[in-house]
């Protein structure tokens, strides 16, 4: 099993930054994968961004130019830097990792944006 826990959600103003971190735990080996979701209320779950084990990385279109996915493997951490937030990036964010035989999944925390 692996256990995915997020830290750094909150209350952010627009043009703000936070920065959301993801430690793992438990059998942490071979993660080839790790990325953040979001869901908006009356939306589907989507993918912001992941970051594979060789460093290559994938943003949605919304927010490409403005959040970064870093991943520090000696900390078993993947972390979304998140810049120039706007009112539409609000929602719950998920932690995701994945493997061959796994997929896991942390238990979110909420990003809210004020304008």
């Known amino acids: 099993q692996v256990q995915l826990v997020e830290s750094g959600g909150g209350l952010v103003q627009a043009g703000g930054s936070q920065r959301l971190s993801c430690a793992a735990s438990?059998?942490?080996?071979?993660?080839?994968?790790m990325g953040w979701y979001r869901q908006a209320p009356g939306k589907q779950r989507e993918l912001v961004a992941y970051?594979?084990?060789?460093?290559?990385?994938q943003y949605a279109d919304s927010v490409k130019g403005r959040f970064t996915i870093s991943r520090d493997n000696a900390k078993n951490t993947v972390y979304l830097q998140m810049n120039s937030l706007k009112p539409e990036d609000t929602a719950v964010y998920y932690c995701?990792?994945?493997?061959?035989?796994?997929?896991?999944w942390g238990q979110g925390t909420q990003v809210t944006v004020s304008s």
């Open positions: 438990g059998s942490i080996f071979s993660l080839n994968v």
């Open positions: 995701n990792a994945q493997r061959i035989g796994g997929v896991y």
């Open positions: 970051i594979t084990s060789g460093g290559r990385t």
